[in-house]
Nanobody, 121 residues
Framework: QVQLVESGGGLVQAGGSLRLSCAAS????????MAWYRQAPGKQRGLVAT???????NYADSVKGRFTISRDNAKNTVYLQMNSLKPEDTAVYYC???????????????WGQGTQVTVSS
């Protein structure tokens, strides 16, 4: 069984910073693309950033230049460094990972439980 555990959420003032982390545990062959999503009240869940196993990244336009996604493959962990936070960044942030549990089967998607990020004005 695979589990994604997130940490680092909280309440910050506008312009502040937070670093989210998400660690995968359990038994699996490999972790492929990892990503962060977020969902604000009344809105659908949207993609924030992705990172491949080789470190290639993509960002939503709304966070480019402010957020940085990274990963530590040795620790099976993905991070999201969030700087210059704005009130509109307030949302529940979810970790997602494409994980190949065994080599003979295709990878599947796994989600963390979500962590609340609140940015005050």
């Amino acid at each position: 069984q695979v589990q994604l555990v997130e940490s680092g959420g909280g309440l910050v003032q506008a312009g502040g910073s937070l670093r989210l982390s998400c660690a995968a545990s359990g038994s699996f062959f490999s972790i492929n693309t990892m990503a962060w999503y977020r969902q604000a009240p009344g809105k659908q869940r949207g993609l924030v950033a992705t990172i491949t196993i080789d470190g290639s990244t993509n960002y939503a336009d709304s966070v480019k230049g402010r957020f940085t996604i990274s990963r530590d493959n040795a620790k099976n962990t993905v991070y999201l460094q969030m700087n210059s936070l704005k009130p509109e960044d307030t949302a529940v942030y979810y970790c997602n990972a494409q994980i190949r549990v065994v080599y003979t089967r295709p990878p599947g998607g796994y989600w963390g439980q979500g962590t609340q990020v609140t940015v005050s004005s």
